[in-house]
């Protein structure tokens, strides 16, 4: 059964002309079943604004309506897709709200009002960048309550990885420390129109009332950019600029100056930023 009364999404785009644009990262989702079980992946949509980047010809905009979300915003910096989400909006009278700029630009939380969804199958360009700001906003709890976001799988992998390996570093602390984040779902290329080159994955993460340890976010960012940037060095070498006795610091936090950062939880990075603050 269709999830609207709208056209397919392949009229849409042929009717726009909305031909994929690489530099935009532009890869289509045209299967509307699959928009909504995405849109579903959120939670109860219903009572809850929802920001949406990068909507293109709208296939998961019209997920998140069809599933009830209460009022969506949703932020396109390609103007030829501004037709064919006009026609969505109609189609929901004052549910969508479309707004033609750059994500990185605008103060997303002055358009939604609480409590707010981020929903989003991001462009590969700014999606890690997108996903930093929203993990570190000046106070927790964020302004958000969930993010469910589309990624390349090797982006999704980096987000929910456990220390130990190699995809273990900033974005999982950053996630992880204030967030429950799981991966919710995996896609083939051949779910978008074009395929991209890698598999995709759709990660949720819900915020944490709390962060899970006490740290001061400036100083762990601090201690996890140095620590990572030179991961496989031994962290009293990668450290050093950040204080003369990293050493004892290091062992005042129950790390052994000799680890490399991949080896150490996020409870560890957590109480080195509270020995350093
Ligand atoms: N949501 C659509 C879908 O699932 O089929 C399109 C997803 S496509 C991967 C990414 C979309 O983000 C494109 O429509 C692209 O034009 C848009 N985009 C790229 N950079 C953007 C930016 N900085 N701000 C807002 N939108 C952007």
Redesign the pocket.
């Known amino acids: 059964m269709a999830i609207d009364a709208l056209p397919p999404?392949r009229e849409v785009i042929a009717a726009h002309s909305l031909s994929?644009?690489k530099a935009?990262?532009?890869?289509?989702?045209?299967d509307l079943n699959l928009?909504a079980k995405?849109a579903r992946l959120a939670g109860d949509l219903s009572q809850a604004d929802v920001l949406?980047?990068?909507?293109?010809?709208?296939?998961?905009?019209r997920g998140l309506l069809a599933e009830g979300a209460r009022r969506v915003v949703a932020?396109?910096?390609?103007a030829r897709?501004l037709p064919a989400l006009a026609e969505i909006a109609a189609a929901y009278p004052g549910r969508l709200e479309v707004m033609n700029?750059?994500?990185?630009?605008?103060d997303w939380q002055a358009v939604l009002a609480p409590p707010r969804k981020i929903v989003?199958?991001?462009?590969?360009?700014?999606g890690t960048e997108?996903l930093v700001r929203w993990l570190t906003p000046p106070s927790w709890p964020p302004a958000w309550d969930s993010l469910t976001l589309?990624f390349q799988r090797e982006v999704a992998d980096r987000i929910v990885a456990q220390p130990g390996g190699k995809a273990y570093g900033r974005l999982a602390v950053l996630a992880q420390w204030r967030c429950e984040a799981r991966i919710a779902m995996t896609l083939p290329p051949e779910a978008?129109?074009p395929p991209p080159k890698v598999r995709s994955a759709v990660v949720h993460l819900t915020a944490l009332s709390a962060p899970r340890y006490e740290a001061d976010p400036a100083v762990l960012s601090r201690v996890v950019a140095a620590a990572f940037g030179q991961r496989r060095k031994m962290l009293r070498a990668a450290l050093k600029g950040l204080a003369p006795d990293i050493e004892e610091h290091l062992r005042a936090a129950g790390i052994a100056p000799t680890e490399r950062a991949e080896q150490v939880p996020i409870e560890g990075f957590c109480a080195l930023a509270r020995t350093l603050a």
Request: proline share 7%; hydrophobic share 45%.
């Open positions: 999404l994929a644009r935009l990262g532009q890869n289509f989702l045209l928009t995405i949406e980047v990068g909507p293109g010809p709208g296939g998961l905009t932020v396109e910096k390609d897709c700029a750059d994500a990185l630009e605008i989003a199958n991001l462009p590969y360009n700014v997108l589309m978008f129109t």
